[in-house]
């Protein structure tokens, strides 16, 4: 892949998580601040949302390194993700070390949730195509 393509791809799949990511926003701040009608997103908030997802689209890259081993992968997948949500999410809020601490373990939980979701349909994709691949006609019409 040109880089020219590679970074098409990247800004790609950045703008759809930081739709993702700013739509999960908005709708817990309505519901936290149901009462309050000038709840905004500021514009630091904002552009940290989509440092993130620039960060995120990254890091999926690294589950694209052929020469790593897969576990290998996952593992700078999820390093290079929990600096992306650590520094442009966490840390602006500025947490004490308890909220901190449960903030990355949400984040762990939900990677581990999406990544074994990801496997399975991955495998279940892939063995469709080997059934299919499989199939020898035997009569010619």
Do not use: E, W
């Not at 098409?8 to 799949?13: C, P």
């Not at 908030?45 to 999926?60: D, E």
């Not at 290079?80 to 901190?100: E, M």
Request: hydrophobic fraction near 55%; charged fraction near 15%; charge should be positive.
């Amino acid at each position: 892949m040109n880089f020219k393509a590679l970074i098409k791809k990247t800004l790609t799949n950045a703008c759809v998580y930081f739709s993702i990511i700013t739509a999960i926003y908005s709708v817990i701040v309505m519901i936290i601040y149901v009462d309050d009608t000038q709840v905004l997103l500021d514009a630091t908030r904002v552009m940290l949302f989509f440092l993130a997802s620039i960060l995120f689209a990254f890091a999926n890259g690294a589950l694209k390194l052929q020469k790593l081993h897969g576990a290998a992968r996952v593992i700078i997948h999820y390093l290079l993700s929990l600096f992306a949500f650590y520094a442009c999410i966490l840390l602006p809020i500025s947490p004490v070390g308890s909220t901190l601490l449960v903030g990355i373990l949400l984040f762990t939980l939900l990677y581990v949730v999406i990544m074994a979701l990801v496997a399975l349909f991955k495998s279940r994709y892939r063995a469709r195509l080997d059934q299919k691949s499989d199939y020898k006609p035997q009569f010619k019409k």
